[in-house]
């Protein structure tokens, strides 16, 4: 395992994946930990930011295209965008169970399928992973 091609990548991959491995981070954190208390919110608030983020920093990630330069994995970019609102009004209203469902669907959608195709071979985090 070595970051040197993480590292050598243009600087917004190096964004998109840096938020992408705190997210990942701080979700799992979020689902063993307790619900409702402040830092539960605190964490989730710093999530979102760093969900946003990558989703906003794909749209400027060419590798995969199919339409023009925007390829499958920005429905999911999209999808994070229009769900993670959602998900943040469902807590503010205390629909606990709609808050859950949004945002572990973010997670799996976004995170971890996603996450998945990046460890695909000629992919970065794939060299980054498994070496070139």
Request: aromatic letters at 10%; proline letters at 6%; charged letters at 10%.
């Amino acid at each position: 395992m070595a970051l040197a091609p993480l590292l050598d990548a243009a600087p917004v991959i190096q964004v998109h994946a840096f938020a992408a491995m705190g997210a990942f981070a701080l979700g799992i954190l979020q689902f063993v930990a307790p619900k409702g208390t402040l830092p539960h919110r605190s964490v989730g608030w710093t999530w979102v930011a760093l969900m946003s983020t990558i989703a906003i920093s794909s749209f400027w990630i060419h590798s995969i295209r199919l339409v023009g330069p925007f390829g499958p994995i920005h429905l999911l970019s999209i999808f994070t965008l229009v769900m993670l609102p959602l998900a943040v009004l469902h807590a503010h209203g205390h629909r606990v169970k709609e808050h859950r469902k949004a945002m572990i669907s973010i997670f799996v959608g976004a995170l971890l399928i996603a996450g998945a195709f990046t460890f695909l071979p000629g992919r970065i985090m794939h060299d980054v992973a498994f070496g070139s």
